[in-house]
Every structure is written in C-alpha cells, then in structure tokens.
C-alpha cells in the first residue's frame, strides 16, 4: 500500500468504530488524512487532521474540503461513513426520526461528495468510495426501514455520480456489509433489539463481520488497483446476499 504515500483522504464518520479503523489504515498506509464527525477526533500531527463538521451542512462540509486542500494541496480519496440508524416500526416511526436519517445517511453523502467532487472533477482524478448496506438491496425488518431506504438511495448515489464524473477519471463505488461488530451494533445486541444468532444464521460464513473485513476491500477501491472499477457495490457481507431466504447453509462433514 505504499502508493498511498502522499495521498490525502478525507474520513466522515471518523469517529467510529469502522470510521476509525479505516482511519487507520489509510495513516498506516502513508496516507495524510482529514478526518471530520460531528466531534473531535483523536489526531496524529502532521499526518492526522480532525475537522469537526455536520454532514448535513454544506456550509461545514465545505469547510472541511478547504481544510484538506489549505493543509495538504489536494484530495484524493473521498470515504462517505457517517450514517446513523432508526430501529422504530414503520407504524411508529416520526417523519422528524425518518427526515434525520435520510439527512445523514444519504443528503450528507451527496453534500460531502459534491463538494470533493468539484475539487477531483478540476484534477481529473480521484475515488470516493461511499458504505451502504446489504439493507440497500434486501429488506432486513427490525425497524430499519429509514436506514435501508437511506442505503438503497447511496448505492443509486454511487452508480450515478459514477457515470457524471467518469470522463474526469473520477472513481465512485460503494462497500455493501452485512451486519458489523462495531460498538454500536454491540449495543443493539445488548438491548435485545438484535439476536446474535439470528444475524449469524442468515451469513454462511457463519459470523458477523470485523472492521478490518471492510478495510482491506474499501482500501482496494481506492487504490490504483481499482482503476478501471467505476459504480460498483461491493458486497462485503459473508455471502449474505448470495443466498435466498429459503436456502440453508450445509453443515460441515464430521471429522
């Protein structure tokens, strides 16, 4: 990963659990990164910048992109990770709860990759690489239907912008995962609201996802491995999304 020597990223979401692993990565890789939450974020000076910002704003988004350029000259990568969830029945479920979840998880990807996207549309390069959901493609219930619908949404977002800005050489794909073991999806198992085994039973690969699963395909996308992959969804899920509801997953021959 020594190409990203030099390389600028910006990280929305930094400030959890996968927004900070893919933070990461990308300062391990030799990359400087910006990273922005509604928070502060820890920094590494020099290398690591934290620029607070609400993805729904454009005015603070627009900050952060002339932070990263006044600090480091360019942007070269784009992560949209901020998202946050609903877990309220549909019948239950406030058009003010339905509003924030589409403001954060969808409108401030938009917002967040216009703004870099003027600045990479100028250089004729670059790769924003945006998180869905297996929720993007499949129904998932519980609740999420904000969430899924918010997903479905960034993956259009994805092949969309792929094909406006390709002529300009800039990248946009898309990492679909099924369930992760982040601190907030430890928190809902924790609330009962999730089962455990009820995840695990529908991901032949038989667990949920780590966080370093996700880094290693999201850093392919942005590297220059990746050059000719444009409006892309990864599915990054545990064969999730191969398996119909009716199947079963074999159980292994005895020793």
Known sequence: M?????RVAIVTGAAGGLGQEVVRRFVAAGAHVVATDIGAVDTIPGQLLSHPADVTDAAQVDGVVARAIDEFGKIDVL??????GSHTPPLDLDPQDW???????LTGYFIFARAVGQHMVRRRRGSIINLSSIAGSKAIGRGNLPYSVAKAGVEQL???????WAP????????????VSTPAFKKLLADGLVIESD????????RMATVEDLTGPLMFLASDAASFVTGHVLAVDGGNLAMNAGGTIPHPPAD
Do not use: K, Y
């Open 2 to 6: 020594s190409e990203f020597d030099g």
């Open 79 to 84: 992560v949209n990770n901020a998202a946050v």
């Open 99 to 105: 509003r924030r979840v589409l403001d954060v998880s």
């Open 158 to 164: 994805t092949r969309e912008l792929a094909l406006e």
């Open 168 to 179: 300009w050489n800039v990248r946009v794909n898309a990492i679909a995962p099924s369930q």
């Open 199 to 206: 995840v695990v039973r529908g991901i032949p690969l038989g």
